[in-house]
């Protein structure tokens, strides 16, 4: 069995690579053409342990994730994780992924495949709400999907900003990365915005003027009681994206707007069916947009299968007895 840690991960995983592995699971996702049963979502004093099992191709898999929002205090990561990689055929593991790594390359391939089918090629500005491990993974393989000339962030914590800048600025020495002082600053600079934190009321201001317009991906509202986005933006929307027909029932960023009407159940749509031309829309023709992630096991079965296919290639990770 292979163990592949961290740095083998994005050694065999370019972003631009993930993003469309990432498209190709939203595909199959409405294709059908998978078996992913429910995922378990256990809550305990405050913290979340995540089971997500899927069948899809040739492999099953199943990533065990925990999520501990006060680690972010503590400047340790929220996310830990594993991903084990099985034969589809034999049910042979075979491989162990580092599942923090998997899960920021995965989901900020999600978050660039809304922005690659919701925004027109001439957007340059990118603003990001929330500057940890998540909001950094979203960003870098944003700036791989659109030309950005500016990258505007904010966060409660300043020594987490300035990282967050530091290492955007190391790998796009040539995108102007600056921290701002208040979520409207970042509003009124950013034709893009990416919001991934654990907040449970909007991290957004109930001002229309400041989000008309704007192309908004949801990352960090994965639970029923959090929300990121406040009910102006819901009244701007025509319609609203999200990846897996779950998030309907998993994220407070849909609960709470259908729930008290702000939106309509029919308009809302999976980011899938636009890809596969099941509806139609004009990236940046219909005003504001909105997609909404709340993450699947598909997404990782089918990026671990081609990372662990990419690593054998390129002679990495580390043989493991079982």
């Known amino acids: 069995m292979l163990y592949l840690s ?3 991960i994005l050694k065999a995983a370019a972003p631009i690579d993930v ?3 990432v498209e190709a ?4 996702y409405e294709k059908k053409d998978f078996f ?3 995922r378990m979502h256990i809550d305990y004093s405050g913290n979340t342990l995540l089971l997500m099992p899927c069948f899809a191709r040739h492999y099953l898999g199943t990533k065990l994730v925990t999520l501990f929002p006060k680690n972010a205090e503590k400047n340790v990561p929220v996310l830990y994780g594993l991903m084990i990689l099985n034969s589809g055929e034999t049910g042979e593991p075979l491989a162990v992924l580092n599942g923090s790594a998997l899960t920021a390359l995965r989901t900020g391939a999600v978050g660039s495949v809304g922005i690659r089918h919701l925004t027109p090629n001439t957007v340059n500005t990118l603003g990001v709400v929330g500057a940890g491990i998540q909001g950094f993974s979203q960003a870098l393989t944003a700036c791989s999907q659109r ?3 500016s990258v505007f962030v904010f966060d409660t914590i300043s020594e987490r900003m300035a990282s967050f800048c530091r290492k955007l600025s190391t790998a ?3 995108i102007n990365v600056m921290q701002v002082k208040s979520v409207e600053h970042l509003l009124r600079e950013s034709q893009v915005v990416i919001t991934t934190t654990t907040s449970l009321k909007p991290v957004l201001p109930e001002k229309e003027k400041l989000l008309e317009g704007k192309c908004f991906i949801g990352i960090g509202s994965y639970k029923p009681d959090m929300r990121e986005f406040p009910k102006s933006l819901f009244k701007l929307l025509k319609k609203m994206y999200i990846d897996t027909e779950t998030a309907r029932e998993e994220s407070g960023d849909l609960i709470t707007p259908v729930g008290k009407k702000w939106i309509k159940r ?3 749509f999976t980011l899938g069916k636009l890809i596969v031309g099941q509806i139609k829309d004009e990236p940046g023709k219909n005003g504001t947009s909105l997609f909404k992630s709340v993450g699947m096991a598909l997404f990782d079965i089918v990026v671990s ?3 662990f296919r990419k690593a054998k290639q390129l002679g990495l990770g580390t043989e493991v007895e079982i």
């Open 6 to 8: 961290e740095k083998d």
């Open 19 to 21: 993003v469309d592995e």
């Open 25 to 28: 699971a939203m595909v199959l």
């Open 36 to 38: 992913m049963p429910d």
């Open 147 to 149: 030309k950005f000339s």
């Open 172 to 174: 796009f020495p040539k």
């Open 266 to 268: 029919e308009q809302i």
């Open 305 to 307: 299968e081609f990372i």
